[in-house]
């Protein structure tokens, strides 16, 4: 079965450091995601994209984040300058069409960045 | 304020009983509801949708329940395995876009 790919799996980087999440989308799907779970919380949005634009993206998601999908089969989360409070497993989706029209939402395994 | 409960305690049942989740939530109207399976240190894994004119929706040895009266939906594993065993999720999706709303999870512990 075809699935999203998530890299790395684990980060440890300082505080202050950029950071950049990638993740490899199921080929044919045209909508990707971000989502995050500080460990023991519940699994929260960050951001949609589509058509090669963010189309939602939360609260959370403020000027430190972007992202891009720089080629035709990666898409990348960038966190420009970590706080402590970043620690968090990062998952990448993708679903084919709109969830509303009952496309499915494939999650990766998530990269697990932890920052000190 | 919007909120997203889910049984507040981790559930554990016997093999081969049947497993009953419950999401609750205020402040929403969703015309989705969506429940995941996710087991530690994994993502997500997608197992039902259903819509707000739906009842009810089977897939194997899953059902799903959603009352918008109640604003509640039920999960119900029959016949469980000790494979069941893992954190389930519900998350709710609006009319439109794609952003969906996760609840805090429910950790489920089927014993042999």
């Not at chain 1, 963010?54 to 959370?60: M, P, T, V």
């Not at chain 1, 402590?84 to 069409?97: N, R, T, V």
Request: net charge negative; glycine share 6%.
């Amino acid at each position: 079965e075809p699935e999203v790919t998530q890299t790395p799996s684990h980060q440890v980087t300082q505080m202050g450091q950029e950071v950049i999440l990638r993740c490899v989308p199921i080929s044919n799907h045209l909508y990707f995601y971000w989502y995050r779970q500080i460990l023991g919380q519940k699994v929260e949005f960050l951001v949609s994209f589509y058509n090669n634009e963010i189309s939602e993206k939360s609260e959370i998601f403020d000027d430190q984040f972007s992202v891009e999908r720089p080629d035709g089969s990666n898409f990348t989360l960038k966190i420009r300058s970590t706080k402590l409070e970043d620690s968090a497993m990062y998952f990448c989706a993708s679903s084919l069409g709109q969830l509303v029209s009952g496309n499915t939402i494939y999650f990766g395994e998530g990269s697990w960045l932890t920052v000190v | 304020s919007q909120k997203i409960e889910q049984n507040s305690e981790a559930l554990n049942i016997q093999e081969g009983k049947t497993a009953t989740l419950t999401c609750n939530y205020t402040n929403y109207s969703p015309a989705y509801l969506q429940w995941y399976r996710q087991d530690p240190g994994r993502g997500p894994v997608f197992l039902l949708l259903i819509r707000e004119n739906e009842k009810e929706k089977r897939k194997e040895r899953l059902k799903v329940t959603f009352d918008t009266t109640l604003k509640q939906s039920l999960f119900h594993i029959t016949a469980s395995q000790p494979a069941d065993s893992a954190t389930y999720l519900c998350a709710l999706g609006e009319n439109t876009g794609n952003q969906f709303y996760f609840g805090t999870g429910t950790s489920l512990t089927v014993i042999p």
